[in-house]
């Protein structure tokens, strides 16, 4: 019985990763709530803790703008410089991938899903080697607040 639990938690953890379309570097997490809600709720976590929202992008209008369904489909993009400019002092080509990003999306089983892209693949990918304690913060901080907007609390 043992031996068929721990089998059964590792595939009930691998399956968010595998069914929300496995991107290296990306973390997936599925959500309880619709694209709208999840980015929601995701800007008010932010808000609440001081950290900017550079703006909120809807993938599906601007398709559906020039005759391309696409579903639910939405990108925040936010930073908080008290984190991330640790990221550049060491690299500034770090830039090009902060600020942070999240994406939400609805599959093609109406399933939603919510993504941003690993503070540790970010200092792996510009040979950031110096800044362990800014990624385990950015890390923790960013597993929280997707927690939350995702209800996986």
Partial sequence: MKHFLMIFAVVLFALPV???EAVPGLIVKPSQYSVKETIDRLAGALKKKGI???TRWSHDAKAKSVGIPLRPTELLLFGN?????HFFTSKQTAGIDLPMKALAWEDENGKVWL???D???IADRHGIKNRAD????MSNALN???NLASGAQ
């Fill in 18 to 20: 595998h069914a929300g």
């Fill in 134 to 137: 800014i990624v385990r913060k």
């Fill in 119 to 121: 503070p540790q693949y």
């Fill in 52 to 54: 900017t929202i550079v």
């Fill in 115 to 117: 993504g941003y892209n």
């Fill in 81 to 85: 410089p008290k984190l991330g400019s």
């Fill in 144 to 146: 929280k607040m997707t």
